[in-house]
């Protein structure tokens, strides 16, 4: 009896004994892990990665095969190296025909200032790309457009910055681009921007916040300068409206604003886009849309190569993209 009153309370006992090393062992474990996370989120931040595209496309003509693109999306600030450096060495490394910034260069947040000095610097460094730089604004820029009020004047500087580096900014317009570098007197392709509307920007926006006609109104139709039918590049922020960017004609639509989707896991892709779009799952990369009888139409989207307000990447390196056209 005696006995049996001993042997009660020791299993108790022995359950304790193992429960608090393994309880510390998992909160060591976490914070291990978490501090891994966050170190490999700040490297991706830090450095980037050249993601090169081919398009292949009929309407691509023989003279702009080869054509190249670089394209900058969603930099919000960000610099590698003092002054961009890295950045703009890898692309002079890439010898392009054009240079697009397309949206989000800088991040506009009310209560926060502006850092017009950095964007300023990367046009300076961009002169050594030796090509034309285009401009194509994003959210954050059309919050200074739109709302004059809360940021008064920066757009003015910031058009000021871009006329002084003969930077051209197009919006809701087309143009012919120059040609490829070596070529006299020819044509590049057509280069368009689509202002999306601020609807299309909001939390959780539905895919038909925008359609092919509200494009067509703001842009009208892709431009046709002979009877062969360019080959139509459109710069949309936003790449939720794939469909929409196709329809109206574009051949390759150009995007960014999802940042990658933030965190890629294994076979699901991007975790969350910035307007709430879980798993949307064309967050970054080369997209078939459909095949025209007039050829094939790509979407590209961009990782982007900064962050704002989530400040976290993870298995989605910060990425400048590369596009050449080729004619098939
Ligand atoms: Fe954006």
Redesign the pocket.
Same mark, same amino acid.
């Given at each position: 009896m005696t006995g049996l009153m001993q042997i009660g309370p020791v299993p108790v006992m022995a359950e304790n004994s193992i429960l608090l090393p393994l309880l510390l062992g998992a909160a060591a474990v976490c914070v291990l892990l978490l501090a891994a996370f966050l170190i490999r989120s700040s490297y991706e931040r830090k450095h980037f990665t050249v993601t090169h595209y081919e398009v292949k496309s009929p309407k691509v003509t023989e003279e702009q095969d080869g054509y190249t693109i670089v394209m900058l999306a %969603?930099l919000h600030n960000n610099e590698f190296g003092p002054g961009n450096r890295k950045l703009t060495d890898a692309i002079k490394r890439e010898a392009p025909d054009l240079v697009l910034i397309a &949206? %989000?260069a800088v991040t506009v947040k009310r209560g926060s200032d502006v850092d017009l000095e950095s964007f300023r610097r990367l046009l300076e460094g961009l002169k050594e790309a030796d090509c034309p730089v285009y401009f194509t604004r &994003?959210? =954050?820029e059309d919050r200074l457009v739109k709302l004059p009020e809360v940021f008064p004047g920066i757009w003015g500087q910031m058009t000021t910055l871009l006329d002084r580096y003969g930077v051209i900014h197009i919006n809701n317009e087309q143009t012919v681009l120059p040609p490829k570098k070596g070529v006299k007197d020819g044509k590049g392709p057509v280069l368009a921007s689509y202002e999306i509307p601020r609807e299309g920007y909001r939390k959780i926006a539905k895919k038909n916040a925008v359609n092919e006609e509200m494009i067509r109104q703001a842009i009208g139709i892709p431009l046709s300068s002979s009877e062969e039918p360019p080959f139509v590049i459109l710069s949309a =922020?936003s790449p939720l409206f794939g469909e929409a960017y196709s329809d109206w004609g574009a051949d390759l639509t150009v995007s960014? =604003?999802f940042h990658g989707g933030t965190i890629r896991l294994p076979f699901v892709g991007g975790l969350m886009t910035?307007q709430f779009h879980f798993f949307h799952g064309k967050e970054r990369g080369m997209f078939l849309l459909k095949q025209a009888p007039d050829g094939p139409k790509y979407q590209i989207t961009s990782g982007g190569l900064g962050t704002h307000s989530i400040n976290l990447r993870f298995r989605n390196m910060s990425e400048l993209v590369v596009i050449r056209l080729k004619h098939n």
């Open positions: %969603d &949206g %989000d &994003g959210n =954050h =922020h960014g =604003h910035p």
